[in-house]
C-alpha cells in the first residue's frame, strides 16, 4: 500500500494514507518497436528487448529525479520500486506478486484497465511501461475515465477476442485467465537467456 511504501522511506512519521498522492505515468513505445515486436512469435525483437532494459533505466531516473525534486520542494516522496524493500513474493492468494506494482497504482489512477492476460490496457494500449512515486502532497485526484477493472478488455466485456491466448507463445493464457508460473518460467527460462545472448 502507498503508505506502507511511504513509511519505509520515511520511518517514524505522522503522515497518513489521507495526506498521501500517488503519482502515476506511462511510458509507451515507438511504433518502430511496436512493428517489430509484433512480427515475432516465440522470442522478442531486438528493439523490444532493449526498450525493456534500457527504457526501465531511464524510467529509474524519471522515479529517483521526481522524488528529489518533490524532497527539496518539500514534500517527502519515494518510488516504491526503488526501495530496498521492493522485491517479489509468493502469496497463497494471487501466486508470485511484486510488492509493489506499477500496473496496479496505474489502474488505481485511472491510466486503464486489465485485460484476460493480466496486461494493463490504457487507452493507447498496451505496449508501455508505468511508473509510480508516493509524496505526502495535496493533489487532486485525475478523474477515472474506465469502468470496471477490466473495461476495456473485448474478452471480459462480452465481445469475441482470443487474441492473447492465440498470441502467447509461453501457451500461459487461456479463457480462464493468465497462468503466472507458466509465463515467468518462460520469461526466465527462455526469453532471458535469448536476451542476454
Ligand atoms: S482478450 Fe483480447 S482485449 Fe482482452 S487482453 Fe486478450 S487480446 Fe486484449
Not at 54 to 81: Q, S, T
Not at 125 to 142: C, M, W
Request: hydrophobic share 40%; net charge positive.
Amino acid at each position: 500500500m502507498p503508505i506502507e511504501a511511504f513509511r519505509t522511506g520515511f520511518p517514524g512519521t505522522g503522515v497518513t494514507a489521507s495526506d498521501l498522492a500517488v503519482v502515476v505515468w506511462a511510458l509507451p513505445q515507438t511504433a518502430a518497436t511496436r512493428r517489430d515486436h509484433r512480427a515475432c512469435a516465440a522470442l522478442p525483437s531486438r528493439r523490444w528487448s532493449l526498450a525493456r532494459h534500457y527504457g526501465e533505466a531511464v524510467n529509474d531516473r524519471v522515479r529517483d529525479r521526481l522524488v528529489r525534486a518533490l524532497v527539496d520542494a518539500g514534500y517527502p516522496a519515494v518510488a516504491p520500486v526503488r526501495l530496498p524493500a521492493f522485491g517479489r513474493a509468493t502469496s497463497e492468494r494471487f501466486g508470485i506478486a511484486s510488492r509493489w506494482s506499477e500496473r496496479h497504482a496505474a489502474y488505481t489512477s485511472g491510466l486503464g484497465t486489465f485485460g484476460l492476460c493480466d496486461g494493463l490496457i490504457t487507452e493507447r494500449g498496451k505496449a508501455v511501461q508505468f511508473g509510480s512515486i508516493v509524496a505526502a502532497i495535496d493533489l487532486p485526484a485525475t478523474p477515472r475515465p474506465c469502468g470496471d477493472r477490466t473495461a476495456y478488455c473485448l474478452r471480459l466485456s462480452g465481445k469475441e477476442c482470443d487474441a492473447c491466448i492465440r498470441r502467447c507463445p509461453a501457451g500461459a493464457i487461456s479463457a480462464e485467465g493468465h497462468d503466472k508460473e507458466r509465463c515467468f518460467a518462460y520469461i526466465r527460462e527462455t526469453t532471458m537467456p535469448f536476451v542476454e545472448d
